[in-house]
C-alpha cells in the first residue's frame, strides 16, 4: 500500500504545445504495469481546453467542479457540468475544457498502451470551441 | 462520447456480504473491453468498512472526504484523509474505510480482468479494524 498525502504532489502548468489556455494538472496515480490506469485533477481557466486527442483505451473525465465543454469528432459540443461522468471510447477524437466564462475541474482517467495514454493532434480552433 | 448527466444514475446500499456497516456507492463507469477501467464513489459512515479483498490489477483511491483507514495484510492500520491518494498492487490483500467516528468518501478505481474487478475474503474484525 503506498499512501500519497494531500499537498505532496506538485501541480504543474499544462504544456502550451497539447493546451489552448491556461490549465492545471496535478497527477493523481500513474500505476505501474500490468495496469494500466493513470489519473489526473485537471482545472480548466474559461476558453482553456485541450487539443483534440486519442486514447488508445478510451476516457473517462468525471467533472469535480464548474461547467465546462466537450466535443468528439463530427459531433456538436456538449455542455459538461459538475457530477457529470463524460466517457470516451477508445480511439475517439475529441477534446474538453472549460465554458466560456467558467472554469471546470474533472478527474481524467484513461489507460496506458505500452506507457502511452494519448495521442494528440491539432488544437482545437476558436471556432471548433465557440460550437 | 456518452455523458452521464450527475444525478441519473441510482445510488445503492453495498452489499452486506462484502462490507460492515453502511456504506453507499454511485457508479461512476464501467467500461467495456478492450477498455478495463471501472470506478465507483463509495461513501463509508462511522466504523463502515470492506472486507478484506485484492484487485488483479490493482486499486487506486482517491479520497473525496473525510477520514478513515486502511491497511494492507501483515502492515499496520493507517489514516487515510481527503485528498490522499491510495494505491493498491495487483493481488495485494487489503481493506478501506471510514475512522470510528468520522465519515470518508473516496472514488474507487481498479480495472477488470475477464469481467471481474475484485475478489472478496473475510470480514475485517472490529479487533483488525481497531488496529
Redesign the interface.
Same mark, same amino acid.
Given at each position: 500500500? $503506498?499512501? =500519497?498525502?494531500? +499537498?505532496s504532489v506538485q501541480t504543474i502548468v499544462a504544456p502550451d504545445a497539447y493546451f489552448t489556455g491556461r490549465v492545471l494538472q496535478t497527477p493523481? =496515480?500513474e $500505476?505501474e504495469a *500490468? !495496469?494500466?490506469?493513470r !489519473?489526473t485533477m485537471v482545472q480548466f481557466e474559461p476558453g482553456a481546453r485541450t487539443a483534440w486527442h486519442t486514447h488508445p #483505451? +478510451?476516457q473517462?473525465l #468525471? &467533472?469535480v467542479s464548474g461547467a465546462g465543454r466537450?466535443?468528439?469528432w463530427g459531433?456538436p459540443v456538449?455542455e =459538461? $457540468? !459538475? +457530477?457529470? &461522468? &463524460?466517457?470516451?471510447a *477508445?480511439g475517439?477524437k475529441?477534446w474538453h475544457g472549460a465554458g466560456q466564462s467558467t472554469v471546470m475541474a474533472h =478527474?481524467a482517467?484513461q489507460?496506458a498502451l505500452d506507457g502511452k495514454a494519448a495521442d494528440w493532434l491539432e488544437k482545437v480552433t476558436d471556432e471548433q470551441y465557440g460550437g
Open positions: 500500500m $503506498k499512501i =500519497i498525502p494531500c +499537498g493523481i =496515480i $500505476k *500490468p !495496469a494500466r490506469l !489519473a #483505451f +478510451g473517462t #468525471f &467533472v466537450a466535443q468528439s459531433e456538449f =459538461i $457540468k !459538475a +457530477g457529470d &461522468v &463524460v466517457s470516451f *477508445p475517439e475529441h =478527474i482517467m489507460e
